[in-house]
């Protein structure tokens, strides 16, 4: 196992280094610092202090322990871990190490241990047979079991009890401080007595036949266990030399804290005063000045990505290997354009420049140029045929051929004219680009001539393929058909603005510009355009390789667009590509030059890519692989109420009225965690995937009970989604108000009170409506009496007089029979009024049911042999009101006369129904039917029996309906609500 640290000397010496005296801390002048992208987090940005232990587990979390307790980090966040079940036995801890079935196991520097897994801990002290004496190492042996290194010697675990191995294990007595597991699952231990090894499925430990090693033990890249030798100052090879293998030597490692050997065969060494790496290069070493988190060297760990991470007195740091080179060259030299030779060199500017496979740079200036200044800085350069090259600084032309080198002379009408650009031609010529002045050609035999329109040339380029390109103010391009130029620009697609870089390639030609690239064939331009709408903005460098790979080095990042993406745009030119970006995260800073130098990409022989940035010079090698994101997958860390979540587990249930989470999650890629983005999706609440960029905790309010879903992916460092996304479920428990029953109860509640309305507004219409038709019958007695008083009283007085005089006549005379006669029809008069003034006064309602009133009805109005009335009466026979009594008579009768006299009816049924909610009256008759305009009006004209009927209807609120047509009979319904029908 890689890693391990001598962690009792480390953290002695984390606590030394506060007295130590600034001046130990100096850097030698001549030694470089550690050209790895190095990130460092001091307390400032959570990182712990003093940390003498650092592992990793199975499912990529890095696990830190020291004075301050146990952590784990992501490569984003420091946590504090607090197991699910219970505590940490105390914070002290001095050895954490993963366990192979992606457990840890944690030492403490009081005593005891603990394993942990899937949050859950398991701990182990006195009680379990571990002595209360600080643990230093734990680990597994070749047939699993475990064992414990202490102060007070090994102790092992069997059936969940620690045992201190007995006389036969032959294992030395002593205090303890390294255990390891090699690949070959040999168990090595470390102490005061030496090193022993026991082999798996052995039963006794053997001895390492050298002289005892005191410090780590590490295992080499090639499989030789190596341990270290304080006393001596010394590197200890434990196993036998391998035949053909070359070992390094290291030489004086003086006083080390911690020691590694990475799986590049290099070494680090943690020292008081930093950091050193020791490479077939040389060494070199990084300190606080240096921007390491603090001074003494504590743990030194290689993570599964190949990671370097070291802990100090005051933070965390972190090394590891940069895509892209940065080279070391003179600051004169920074701004100059780049121009390959066939040896794998490059010129930048005045300086000659060769880089080894590690980018060590060997630099070369042309003495004559070396000299500061914009007049010696070279921002084109260009070969010609005859072996020369030509620069351009901004107002002089120079032509340099071996050692020799020269100025030349423009054109006396342009002397002083700012130069913006030079190109090789293919007959040895040069082509000149001239600010506002056009461009000109200068011949092999020194001649000078115009060779273009009179415009602003910012850029230039040919190909045998597609001849020669410029490219022009205010954002056209141009390309030489012969002696006359074919122009692009907005019309033909070419919307770049300021065109900064063009680069043919076969038949075709890629333009980049202010706004992004464009590709350009069949006499039209086509924007390129990334996945999420990346522009590529401000591309100043353009190479396509011959394997079809796109690079650009633009504005923000230098962008790699792969050649299937390359050839699916072309074919497809509203397709997106993917993309691959390069930035600080790759070693890369600064930003692409604004138009020069140019181009400010160029391919080397050698197939690197070397690139000018505002910063410096940087080289890659296109052909290296990308580092490959982790194959974790994303983990969700916690879930709970917001500013407190806890750790999820199945069937997992809130408590009721919790309305608001939060999700934590993260994806354990630790090289660049930067690059990753992250989306997520609550299945039951989104409709779609929620894009959290780089965010990793989601928010939720508002939340009702019931079962949820959450679901979240994550990119790798290429920006693609991989993976299977974590889903965690999880419900809400309902409040009472939000139950089931609860709702239930509510709905028959608010529909009993419903009916209780109703109710109450029902009587409350009866009591209205009666108290209406008692006014009515108080008035129709009203008028009664005031009849009976005056016209009846006056009538009947007359036919007394009318009498007297008539007994006065002869009997028997004509005159006495006449008004004898019409004394008797007076007092039939009087009869009928007296009649009626009884049905005014409601005297006789009620001496007949309504179905026998009717009966008597219908008699009446029959003639003879008259149709035949049938009489079907359903439901509870009751009283009715007077007026309702008296009205739907009415109504019933007007009905029964329409039907015999006019309707020629041949039969008639009548329907009576005390219902519950109402009465209901049916009259029905096969005759003739009533005509669609007199149902339309209402009644004919001049007669007055159906609007009587409506009339009737409406002074006691009932519904009255009539179904007829000419020749299919008639038929009404008369609908009383029953609170207004029946007697009380």
């Given at each position: 196992m890689l890693g391990y640290c001598r962690a009792g000397l480390a953290c002695w010496l984390v606590l030394l280094c506060v007295a130590l005296p600034r001046g130990c801390l100096a850097l030698d002048a001549f030694t470089p610092v550690i050209d790895l992208h190095h990130t460092s987090w001091s307390t400032r940005d959570g990182a712990p202090e003093s940390i003498i232990s650092i592992t990793q587990t199975a499912d990529g979390w890095l696990w830190l322990g020291g004075a301050a307790g146990l952590f784990r980090f992501d490569g984003t966040r420091f946590e504090p871990f607090v197991p699910a079940n219970a505590a940490l036995p105390t914070k002290y801890v001095s050895i954490v190490n993963a366990a192979p079935d992606g457990g840890l196991w944690v030492g403490y520097r009081t005593g005891g241990a603990s394993y942990l897994r899937q949050g859950l801990i398991r701990n182990y002290g006195v009680r379990d047979g571990l002595p209360n004496r600080t643990v230093w190492g734990l680990e597994q042996d070749g047939t699993g079991r475990m064992w414990a290194a202490t102060v007070v010697g090994l102790y092992y675990l069997e059936r969940g009890r620690w045992h201190k191995p007995a006389s036969s294990w032959q294992l030395p007595d002593g205090a303890y401080k390294t255990l390891m597991r090699d690949r070959s699952g040999i168990l090595w231990a470390q102490g005061d007595a030496g090193v022993c090894l026991l082999k798996p499925g052995a039963e006794r430990f053997d001895r390492v036949a050298v002289e005892r090693g005191t410090g780590v033990l590490f295992e080499l890249p090639d499989g030789n266990v190596v341990s270290w030798d304080a006393i001596h100052a010394r590197l200890r090879l434990l196993t036998g030399a391998r035949p053909g293998v070359r070992y390094a030597k290291w030489g004086s490692l003086g006083d080390p804290s911690s020691l590694l050997v990475d799986r590049r065969g290099n070494m680090w060494v943690g020292l008081l005063e930093g950091l050193e790496y020791r490479t077939a290069r040389g060494i070199s070493r990084a300190m606080p000045p240096q921007g390491l988190s603090g001074r003494a060297v504590g743990a030194i760990f290689e993570d599964r990505e190949g990671n370097i991470w070291t802990s100090t007195s005051t933070g965390i740091d972190r090394f590891r290997s940069r895509r892209v080179t940065r080279l070391d060259?003179?600051?004169?030299?920074?701004?100059?354009?780049?121009?390959?030779?066939?040896?794998?060199?490059?010129?930048?500017?005045?300086?000659?420049?060769?880089?080894?496979?590690?980018?060590?740079?060997?630099?070369?200036?042309?003495?004559?140029?070396?000299?500061?200044?914009?007049?010696?800085?070279?921002?084109?350069?260009?070969?010609?045929?005859?072996?020369?090259?030509?620069?351009?600084?901004?107002?002089?032309?120079?032509?340099?051929?071996?050692?020799?080198?020269?100025?030349?002379?423009?054109?006396?009408?342009?002397?002083?004219?700012?130069?913006?650009?030079?190109?090789?031609?293919?007959?040895?010529?040069?082509?000149?680009?001239?600010?506002?002045?056009?461009?000109?050609?200068?011949?092999?035999?020194?001649?000078?001539?115009?060779?273009?329109?009179?415009?602003?040339?910012?850029?230039?380029?040919?190909?045998?393929?597609?001849?020669?390109?410029?490219?022009?103010?205010?954002?056209?391009?141009?390309?030489?058909?012969?002696?006359?130029?074919?122009?692009?620009?907005?019309?033909?697609?070419?919307?770049?603005?300021?065109?900064?870089?063009?680069?043919?390639?076969?038949?075709?030609?890629w333009a980049g510009g202010e706004r992004g690239v464009a590709f350009f064939a069949a006499d039209r331009f086509t924007r390129l355009i990334g996945i999420d709408g990346e522009t590529f903005h401000g591309v100043s460098g353009i190479v396509e390789l011959e394997n079809g790979d796109l690079w650009l080095n633009a504005f923000a990042a230098l962008f790699h667009v792969p050649a299937a993406e390359v050839r699916k745009f072309i074919a497809l030119p509203e397709y997106r590509v993917q993309y691959e970006r390069l930035d600080q995260l790759d070693g890369l800073e600064g930003s692409a030059p604004y138009l020069r130098p140019s181009p400010s990409l160029v391919s080397a022989s050698d197939g690197r890519l070397w690139i000018a940035r505002s910063t410096g010079v940087f080289r890659l090698d296109p052909a290296a692989p990308p580092p490959a994101t982790p194959g974790q997958s994303v983990t969700i860390k916690a879930l709970g109420?917001?500013?407190?979540?806890?750790?999820?587990?199945?069937?997992?249930?809130?408590?009721?009225?919790?309305?608001?989470?939060?999700?934590?999650?993260?994806?354990?890629?630790?090289?660049?965690?930067?690059?990753?983005?992250?989306?997520?999706?609550?299945?039951?609440?989104?409709?779609?995937?929620?894009?959290?960029?780089?965010?990793?905790?989601?928010?939720?309010?508002?939340?009702?009970?019931?079962?949820?879903?959450?679901?979240?992916?994550?990119?790798?460092?290429?920006?693609?989604?991989?993976?299977?996304?974590?889903?965690?479920?999880?419900?809400?428990?309902?409040?009472?108000?939000?139950?089931?029953?609860?709702?239930?109860?509510?709905?028959?509640?608010?529909?009993?009170?419903?009916?209780?309305?109703?109710?109450?507004?029902?009587?409350?219409?009866?009591?209205?409506?009666?108290?209406?038709?008692?006014?009515?019958?108080?008035?129709?007695?009203?008028?009664?009496?005031?009849?009976?008083?005056?016209?009846?009283?006056?009538?009947?007085?007359?036919?007394?007089?009318?009498?007297?005089?008539?007994?006065?006549?002869?009997?028997?005379?004509?005159?006495?029979?006449?008004?004898?006669?019409?004394?008797?029809?007076?007092?039939?008069?009087?009869?009928?009024?007296?009649?009626?003034?009884?049905?005014?006064?409601?005297?006789?309602?009620?001496?007949?049911?309504?179905?026998?009133?009717?009966?008597?009805?219908?008699?009446?109005?029959?003639?003879?042999?008259?149709?035949?009335?049938?009489?079907?009466?359903?439901?509870?026979?009751?009283?009715?009101?007077?007026?309702?009594?008296?009205?739907?008579?009415?109504?019933?009768?007007?009905?029964?006369?329409?039907?015999?006299?006019?309707?020629?009816?041949?039969?008639?049924?009548?329907?009576?129904?005390?219902?519950?909610?109402?009465?209901?009256?049916?009259?029905?008759?096969?005759?003739?039917?009533?005509?669609?305009?007199?149902?339309?009006?209402?009644?004919?004209?001049?007669?007055?029996?159906?609007?009587?009927?409506?009339?009737?209807?409406?002074?006691?609120?009932?519904?009255?309906?009539?179904?007829?047509?000419?020749?299919?009979?008639?038929?009404?319904?008369?609908?009383?609500?029953?609170?207004?029908?029946?007697?009380?």
């Open positions: 060259l003179p600051a004169q030299a920074i701004g100059g354009a780049m121009l390959a030779d066939d040896r794998g060199g490059v010129w930048v500017g005045a300086y000659h420049v060769l880089a080894d496979e590690a980018g060590k740079v060997k630099v070369a200036p042309r003495r004559e140029m070396a000299g500061g200044g914009l007049k010696n800085l070279l921002t084109s350069l260009a070969h010609t045929s005859d072996g020369a090259m030509w620069g351009a600084s901004l107002w002089t032309l120079r032509r340099f051929q071996g050692s020799d080198s020269r100025p030349v002379a423009l054109p006396a009408a342009l002397e002083g004219a700012m130069i913006n650009a030079v190109l090789e031609e293919r007959d040895g010529s040069v082509l000149v680009a001239l600010d506002r002045e056009g461009l000109y050609r200068r011949t092999m035999a020194g001649q000078w001539e115009m060779a273009g329109p009179q415009v602003e040339v910012n850029v230039m380029s040919r190909s045998d393929a597609t001849g020669l390109w410029t490219g022009f103010h205010p954002g056209l391009v141009a390309q030489a058909q012969g002696r006359t130029w074919r122009t692009y620009g907005p019309a033909e697609g070419l919307t770049l603005g300021m065109v900064m870089a063009l680069h043919p390639h076969g038949r075709h030609l109420l917001p500013g407190a979540p806890s750790l999820p587990h199945p069937h997992l249930r809130f408590a009721p009225g919790s309305s608001a989470l939060q999700i934590d999650y993260t994806r354990l890629a630790l090289a660049m965690p930067e690059r990753l983005r992250f989306r997520y999706r609550l299945e039951e609440v989104d409709d779609a995937w929620r894009d959290a960029g780089t965010r990793r905790s989601a928010y939720y309010s508002n939340l009702a009970p019931g079962d949820y879903h959450f679901s979240v992916a994550a990119t790798d460092y290429d920006g693609k989604w991989s993976g299977t996304p974590a889903t965690v479920r999880f419900s809400i428990a309902p409040k009472a108000t939000q139950t089931w029953w609860f709702r239930a109860l509510c709905g028959l509640v608010v529909l009993s009170l419903a009916v209780v309305a109703y109710r109450l507004r029902i009587a409350r219409l009866g009591r209205q409506m009666a108290a209406r038709l008692h006014e009515r019958i108080n008035e129709r007695e009203r008028i009664a009496r005031e009849l009976h008083d005056t016209l009846l009283q006056s009538v009947q007085g007359l036919v007394f007089h009318v009498h007297a005089a008539v007994l006065k006549l002869p009997a028997g005379t004509a005159a006495r029979l006449q008004i004898e006669s019409a004394l008797r029809r007076a007092d039939e008069v009087l009869s009928e009024g007296r009649s009626r003034i009884c049905e005014l006064r409601g005297e006789d309602v009620g001496k007949l049911g309504f179905g026998d009133a009717v009966l008597a009805a219908a008699a009446r109005l029959q003639q003879g042999d008259g149709c035949p009335v049938r009489l079907a009466i359903s439901g509870d026979v009751r009283q009715l009101e007077a007026l309702i009594h008296r009205e739907a008579l009415a109504i019933v009768t007007e009905a029964l006369a329409n039907a015999c006299l006019h309707a020629r009816a041949g039969a008639i049924a009548i329907e009576l129904h005390y219902g519950r909610r109402e009465f209901r009256c049916i009259l029905s008759d096969d005759g003739i039917g009533i005509s669609a305009t007199v149902l339309h009006d209402g009644g004919r004209e001049n007669h007055w029996g159906m609007r009587g009927m409506y009339e009737c209807a409406a002074r006691i609120d009932a519904r009255l309906a009539v179904r007829s047509s000419e020749g299919s009979g008639t038929t009404w319904q008369l609908d009383v609500p029953a609170a207004l029908a029946y007697a009380r």
